[in-house]
Nanobody, 115 residues
Framework: VQLQASGGGLVQAGGSLRLSCAAS????????MGWYRQAPGKQRELVAA???????NYADSVQGRFTISRDNAKNTLYLQMNSLRPEDTAVYYC??????????WGQGTQVTVSS
């Protein structure tokens, strides 16, 4: 599976961004797709995840502000980020977890929120 993330950038606090992650390859074996982020000096953390469109879960810090969604026709995962805060600044990574437990990662996209 190959994952190509895009959509990061610089935005002011309170603004919005939408991240995209295009998946290719053996996509039918993907169980969970999600977004993680890693800020400087911090561990990578789960932001949001989608289990084959059947369920979603979010980090408490983004609940109500971020929305994860899929477009199965385009094999693309999205993360709509609203009401962005400076603490959302991080490199965001797309992740695909396969039914056999193997994880694949996209290349990361930088999100910077200025105060």
């Amino acid at each position: 599976v190959q994952l190509q993330a895009s959509g990061g950038g610089l935005v002011q606090a309170g603004g919005s961004l939408r991240l995209s992650c295009a998946a290719s390859g053996n996509i039918f074996a993907i169980l969970v797709m999600g977004w993680y982020r890693q800020a400087p000096g911090k561990q990578r953390e789960l932001v949001a995840a989608d289990t084959r469109g059947a369920s979603t879960n979010y980090a408490d810090s983004v609940q109500g502000r971020f929305t994860i969604s899929r477009d199965n026709a385009k094999n693309t995962l999205y993360l709509q980020m609203n009401s962005l805060r400076p603490e959302d600044t991080a490199v965001y990574y797309c992740n695909a977890r396969m039914v056999n437990g193997i994880n694949y990662w996209g290349q990361g996209t930088q999100v910077t929120v200025s105060s």
